[in-house]
């Protein structure tokens, strides 16, 4: 048990349980330290997916994109105190491999990934279970990347690309980080292999706790391993991890990460229920695996990982299945390899090291890198979303142009340029994008890196409006409400209310409320107010609470109702609404 406890110190890469039924030949099993030949080469195949769910965001399904790679790996040489391991990388398509080629959108990302490290092979010193602890070649590794950050789309030389220069920080202060990047199955298969022999009981369980840093915090980490089964007839031992991560710990890692992704919504954030806020701010990550050890020489013959995140109202499940190609895999395939809602799309390659960029043909846009790009974003790795981004967004993607500038407004992985956020916006607004519009729209509303021009506010929410974004509508209705940008005009207003209205946007149900309790443009009618208060209230909104509230403390257009207009007010106040405090307290008073 200390041995393998030993061994699960190393663990940085997360997993999932999954269940197997291994016939139990023996009531306990040594497994030997972990003792590969070396000048041999194992190959090994290694398939991956990852879902990311933003359904909290958007009304669409979870994306779900997928790789399948054959990476070859050789024990160069070994001696007393470690071994030193290389690994022959490849992007290309296994022969064979199911489905279209477009549908393996991690391959032409990985490639890409190649492209830019510069290099198709990777050496590391290791520990005697074969976990990496020393990058070789790491300064020729570091220059290919500076080279890359520092050539333009037309493959003149030009100031180096912010969207590198911190991937370059960070991999110079962990060049670890380059084998955790490109050579994954590293780290995963050696999680498991010893250093020396060990005997356990078949089914004994055992906990190793842990420590880990997630954006630069300590969180302690539980890992409860299990022998599951031994096979002596095919000489294997199946072990299961689970790791579970302390709450409080990673909450408070996350928390800067989780408001930027909400702040990042913009006026989207700010029309969720309470409820729909409260899941945006859930953090929380479980890791599983399962491994098939040999117990001729101590190997990870085959390794099945989980990781499922939640941060910032988007899920994310990433799976690999590893396995050495000369044995057949017994662990269960991806339970999403083949989905029906796998993405398939085009990825714009990147060129080879030391070639003109210009010419490339691939200007396709990426959607994969568009996820990935969201996926590091509400992981907080603010500067791999931006190299993601940044590139898509210079060729021209709209939707990558957007999100690019909110990086750039809001100084996350890159320094703070409201100029250059402002150029973002407008470049993805003049090709249609509506979230672009209407934030484009907002800027000129208030003054932010461009003058103040109501009328200009007004033409861009009109393309966003006609577009059916609610909060566009909503802010249009608004505009001919208070009469900015245009002539003041109560019609007009409950027109583009009701539009917002009707796709459940509390701000604009609550706006109708005002109108109808006011009688503003309409005939007054606190039925009708009520109604629309109400639909907001119930979606949290704070101020339609208080204004629910009010309505049965007076009886409008209901029958007076002290505790209806107490339970109202208590909600409103809960969430800091001052005018409602002040009346919860009145009313409570006359107890």
Request: glycine letters at 8%; a negative charge; proline letters at 3%.
């Amino acid at each position: 048990m200390d041995s393998l406890q030993k061994s699960l110190l190393f663990l940085l890469s997360p997993c999932l349980l999954i269940c197997m039924e291994t016939a139990r030949a023996a009531d306990s099993v040594t497994i030997p330290g972990y003792a590969p030949k070396t000048g041999v080469e194992y190959v090994y195949r290694s398939r991956k997916t990852t879902s990311t769910d933003m359904s909290l965001w958007f009304d669409k399904p979870a994306a779900i994109i997928r790789g399948d790679f054959r990476q070859r790996m050789t024990v160069v040489s070994r001696n007393a105190n470690s071994m030193q391991v290389r690994w022959s990388l490849s992007a290309d398509l296994p022969q064979g491999a199911e489905g279209a080629a477009d549908s393996y959108a991690m391959n032409a990302l990985y490639g890409n990934s190649l492209s830019v490290y510069g290099i198709r092979q990777l050496e590391y010193e290791a520990g005697l279970n074969g976990f990496p602890n020393r990058l070789v070649g790491f300064d020729a590794i570091l220059r290919n990347i500076q080279n890359a950050a520092a050539v333009g789309p037309d493959g003149l030389v030009v100031a180096p690309q912010s969207s590198l220069t911190n991937i370059i920080d960070g991999i110079k202060s962990n060049p670890l980080l380059v084998i955790h990047n490109l050579a994954p199955e590293a780290e995963l298969l050696a999680t498991i292999q010893q250093e020396d022999a060990a005997t356990y009981d078949v089914g004994q369980t055992g906990t190793v706790a842990t420590m880990e840093y997630s954006r630069g915090m300590p969180v302690p980490a539980t890992i409860e391993w299990k022998l599951e089964a031994a096979d002596l007839a095919n000489q294997t031992a199946t072990f299961s991890l689970k790791k579970a991560y302390d709450k409080v710990a990673f909450q408070q890692s996350q928390a800067s990460a989780v408001e930027g992704v909400i702040a990042s919504f913009g006026e989207k954030a700010k029309q969720l229920t309470g409820e729909q806020l409260a899941a945006a701010k859930i953090v929380s990550k479980n890791a599983t695996m399962t491994f098939i050890v040999s117990l001729r020489d101590g190997s990870t013959l085959e390794a099945l990982e989980t990781v499922a995140t939640e941060s910032g109202g988007i899920k994310i499940t990433a799976m690999s299945h590893v396995w050495r190609e000369d044995l057949p895999a017994s662990l269960p395939e991806l339970s999403n390899w083949n989905s029906q809602a796998m993405s398939a799309s085009a990825v714009a390659l990147q060129p080879e090291p030391g070639t003109n960029s210009a010419t490339a043909k691939s200007q396709l846009f990426d959607r994969s890198a568009i996820e990935e790009g969201q996926a590091a974003y509400d992981s907080g790795n603010y500067a791999a979303a931006l190299s993601y981004w940044k590139p898509l967004a210079d060729q021209g993607a709209a939707v990558a142009q957007y999100k690019l500038a909110g990086l750039y407004q809001f100084g996350l992985g890159v320094d703070r340029d409201s100029a250059l956020a402002v150029t973002y916006i407008r470049k993805a607004a003049e090709q249609g994008w509506a979230e672009a519009q209407s934030s484009l729209s907002d800027l000129y509303a208030v003054g932010q890196g461009v003058p103040q021009d109501y009328a200009q506010a007004v033409i861009w929410g009109r393309k966003a409006a006609e577009q059916g974004l609610a909060v566009a509508q909503y802010n249009l209705g608004y505009s001919y409400e208070s009469g900015q940008g245009v002539p003041q005009d109560y019609a007009q207003a409950l027109i583009w209310y009701r539009r917002a209205a009707d796709q459940d946007f509390a701000m604009a149900q609550y706006a109708l409320g005002l109108l109808y309790d006011q009688g503003l443009g309409v005939p007054q009618d606190y039925g009708r107010a009520i109604a629309w208060y109400k639909k907001a209230a119930d979606k949290g909104l704070d101020v339609a609470q208080g204004n629910l509230g009010n309505m049965y403390a007076m009886g409008h257009g209901v029958a007076r109702d002290r505790d209806e207009a107490i339970k109202w007010f208590r909600k409103a106040s809960d969430q800091g609404l001052a005018t409602a405090q002040e009346s919860l307290k009145r009313l409570e008073k006359q107890e």
